[in-house]
């Protein structure tokens, strides 16, 4: 009898399989359950407010991020929306691939302890998540980037700006702007933070500046200094970019932080306050949630899950400005990889590139253990940069396999499961492995944000080290 009920289960088994079901479970490798339905959302809902709060905590300050997506007023198409996002992702990786390329060849261009609220926001050309700061009295919502080094922001009189949420600022009521002369030490430096001479203007000679990006954006404008502050951090005759021309798709932001190593930067300019440290929680772009900017190294108001583990900074001289990492292996489903690409020590993490960018021959090892683990799903059309995709609109939730990063020093990244996918469409008719291939073998690899979701990502430019420890991220 015994036999029998075995044999009627079996079958009951056998038959619930072959249906459409909604639940995917598998015990092969190590996996984590994706819910689906958390990405339908309602095409018409109207984001809320990018402003972002802060505060000070033991000694650190804290600025709430949000990502830009949120801050760029009512969507009516969010699978349009994703797919762009997708295409200048693109447009972002290839115009750094020139800049890398050409700072390398040294080609230049002549022109005559503090938390913040952190954001999500769609980056169209530079940046994905920003932060609200306070600047000669007026607050300014701003993309962070640490692959950039200028701070800017839009200012009146106006010859060209885009539309922005805030009102553009004006310097003449700031008591605290002044113009940064054209024989300054800090005009002489936009060379090597912004690959531009400074140049001077006329009557009086101010100091001029330009940033230019791969797909014709750009910010011009005079080098001024002004009154910063961060959370409740002070911090007087911060220098940036007041542009009086400007062009691109930068989400309804004021400007942008730069976050990169070069003396303009806002870490080198702080770095009496904060000692050079900072650390980020990026939030999930798929919901309304906060992550923060934390400015200062005290590690005891993060929130985190897991323990830190720190790998060093590799040392670039030609490309001193950005933070590079040395790869030495993957896995997927814990299963360990191998590939020609690994341990180059030239990997590139970048807050302002969404989707991670990896060697030929690491891409090929990934995808190929990735679609052994992950089967027995409807395919769908690449787009764009992707080129593994799936149907899973008819599932509720998936397992999927995890993906970790493994770096120099036994230091670790494990994607959150929401960084796994990329959902072209919402109602997940077209979700694909959000990695993508570089062209080239020689070109840089780059650590995307979509992947260091999550994750609480910590720079040290004293120690020369970066840590990753898992933290969901969360509001102030």
Known sequence: MSHLLYFLFLLFVSFISSCTTTKIYSSYGEKEVLPLNKFQWNQHTKNPSCFSKSRKENGATILEMKHRDYCSGQIRDWNKRFQKRLISDDIQVRSLQSRIRNMISGQIQDLSQTQIPLHSGIKLQILNYVVTVELGG?????????GSDLTWIQCQPCKLCYNQQEPIFNPSLSTSYQAVPCNSSSC???EFATGNFGVCGNDPPTCNYLVSYGDGSYTHGELAHDRLILGTTPVDSFIFGCGRSNRGLFGGASGLMGLGRSDLSL?????DMFGGRFSYCLPSTETEASGSLILGGDSTVYKNSTPVTYTRMVPNLQLSTFYFLNLTGTSIGGVALQAPGFGKGGMLIDSGTVITRLPPSIYRAMKTEFLKQFTGFPTAPGFSILDTCFNLSGYEEVNIPTIRMHFEGNAELTVDVTGIFYFVK????????????????????IIGNYQQKNIRVIYDTKEEQLGFAKETCGPL
């Open 138 to 146: 007026r607050n300014m919502t701003v993309i962070v980037d640490t």
């Open 188 to 190: 002489q430096s936009l």
């Open 426 to 445: 919402t109602d997940a008719s077209q979700v694909c492995l959000a990695l993508a291939s570089l062209s080239y073998e020689d070109e840089m690899g």
């Open 267 to 271: 870490i080198s300019q702080t770095s």
